[in-house]
């Protein structure tokens, strides 16, 4: 229904930053709430942060909180994942995925319909 496109990995040194950003296009609806996740090469995909529609609900997993923050511009239908103090463990291909329309807020995978195909974030001493 929605297509969304991974943009702004790359690599970069320990403690560097990275801003990726999640165009939707397509079937896009106004109350859809985004994710990013991430998977690294041996492990499953895990979630990292998500935020409401309107922006009123975010969540971090742990292992991010204080160092990555996400927004969105609904009038671009984008979504952003700055990435600050980055560390080896944050390599990773990134995710960004959209749930269905008038959904409640959720960070469950299952409730995420529509994934882009990542982009890749490598982070090295």
């Known amino acids: 229904q929605v297509q969304l496109v991974e943009s702004g990995g790359g690599s970069v040194q320990v403690g560097g930053s990275l801003r990726l950003s999640c165009a939707a296009s397509?079937?896009?609806?106004?109350?859809?709430?985004m994710g990013w996740f991430r998977q690294a090469p041996g492990k499953e995909r895990e979630p990292v942060s998500a935020?409401?529609?309107?922006?009123?609900?975010?969540w971090y997993a742990a292992f991010v909180k204080g160092r990555f923050t996400i927004s969105r511009d609904n009038a671009k239908n984008t979504v952003y994942l700055q990435m600050n103090r980055l560390a080896l463990e944050d390599t990773a291909v990134y995710y960004c995925?959209?749930?269905?329309?008038?959904?409640?807020?959720?960070?469950?995978?299952?409730?995420?319909?529509?994934w882009g195909r990542g982009t890749q974030v490598t982070v090295s001493s």
């Open positions: 397509g079937r896009t609806f106004s109350r859809i709430h």
């Open positions: 935020i409401s529609w309107n922006g009123d609900n975010i």
């Open positions: 995925a959209a749930t269905r329309d008038g959904s409640d807020f959720d960070i469950r995978p299952s409730q995420y319909d529509s």
